[in-house]
Structure formats: C-alpha cells, structure tokens
C-alpha cells in the first residue's frame, strides 16, 4: 500500500505581527517605531493585536534603498559614484576669516615674530 506523499508549501503570511516586523526588516525594534512604523497602515488583530502589511514593509524598503542605497563596491576601485576628489593638502594656507579667535590670537603673534627685527 503505497502513502500519499505530503509536500508542506512555506506560505509566507500577508500580515505580520508587531512583535516580527522589525525582524523582517533587519532591525531592532526602537529604529522600527522610529523610522518605520510612522510611514505605514497598522491593522488591529483582536484587542491588542497589531500587525502590518508586508507588501507595505516591502514597498517601505524599497523606497529606503533608493534615497539611501550604494552600490556594490566596484573590486578594481574604478568609477564609484560618489568618489571625490582630493582637495590638495590640508594644511596649505587659504583666503578667507577665521571663526577661530585661538587661530586668529596664533597667526598674530607668529606674524609679529617673523616680522620683527630682533634676531631670534
């Protein structure tokens, strides 16, 4: 007598519970209240229940990724899209005011050793 054979299908349910949202999305659950849970529809399960919509959480990270998302890191180092330039040396003297009265107190006084007439 041959058994019918059961294959057992993984559904993936179309609400989840407060308590696995965050889960599915890879993050702790003060950064889920923070930065997730105000952008989407809760859906009341019983009394206290509450649960959201998966195609929603989904829709949510697809939006992150594209304001937030990098690409793959190129492996020769070539044509990142967000590469800068170097600027030059760092500490090279430039035009402009300095916010810093520290600086300004510094320049001063090296300004009034280098020009003075007494050897040093």
């Known amino acids: 007598m041959d058994m019918p054979v059961r294959t057992t299908v993984a559904l993936n349910p179309r609400l989840l519970r407060f308590r696995d949202a965050p889960r599915y999305l890879g993050m702790d659950r003060n950064r889920f ?26 829709a949510w990270v697809d939006d992150y990724k594209s304001r937030n998302g990098r690409p793959a890191s ?40 280098a020009t003075s007439k007494r050897p040093s």
């Open 74 to 113: 190129n492996p020769i180092g070539e044509g990142l899209w967000d590469a800068k330039e170097s600027q030059g040396c760092v500490n090279a003297a430039g035009s402009g005011t300095s916010k810093s009265r520290s600086l300004d107190e510094r320049f001063t006084k090296a300004l009034a050793q």
């Open 33 to 58: 209240n923070a930065e997730v849970r105000p952008h989407l529809t809760e859906i009341r399960i019983g009394r206290q229940g509450v649960a959201f919509d998966r195609l929603e959480l989904d």
